[in-house]
């Protein structure tokens, strides 16, 4: 399985910023990257009267759209469990996801004292990076929020190192 990296932070910190850039960064290195958004609440990809909604409807446990260029998958699932989605990435180099702060995985942390007062936590066990535009004094990496390379550079080092670029 590939490594899992959490990128973590309170409402609108930046964290969907912060991975958009760095997904462009880690592919520009040659590495495959795979995504998990945490969502907290329930949400629909698909459509209401689409044939796959129709489909889910009617009672399908797990139901699939392919196309040339696209497939997704719509399957019942149990619970937060982090651990189980991590066997439909084994085509890539690193799964990178947004959320899942109470995960047990390696967290980078953004914190945007324009927004928020504090970060999350300084303590956690988890944290291996911090990515702020305030000055911290931590026993970790502290990035600035523009300063991708220095966290790709991080990233590729530490769980990227034995790993052959697949891209």
């Known amino acids: 399985m590939p490594p899992v990296i959490s990128v973590i932070g309170k409402s609108k910190s930046g964290k969907t910023t912060l991975i958009e850039k760095l997904i462009p960064e880690l592919r520009s290195r040659g590495f495959r990257i795979g995504i998990i958004k945490h969502a907290f609440h329930e949400f629909e990809i698909d459509k209401k009267g689409k044939d796959s909604w129709r489909h ?51 967290q980078i942390e953004v914190f945007r004292n324009a927004q928020h007062q504090n970060p999350l936590s300084t303590t956690n066990q988890n944290l291996i990076a911090m990515v702020t535009d305030s000055t911290l004094n931590l026993d970790l990496p502290v990035f600035g929020l523009d300063d991708i390379d220095g966290l790709a550079d991080l990233i590729e080092k530490k769980y990227l190192q034995t790993s052959k670029p697949r891209g």
């Open 56 to 106: 889910k409807a009617a009672g399908a446990e797990k139901v699939v759209v392919s196309s040339p260029r696209f497939v997704t998958m719509i399957k019942d699932f149990q619970g937060e469990n982090l651990e189980a989605l991590e066997s439909y990435f084994s085509d890539v180099d690193l799964v990178i996801t947004e959320g899942y702060k109470k995960g047990n995985k390696p």
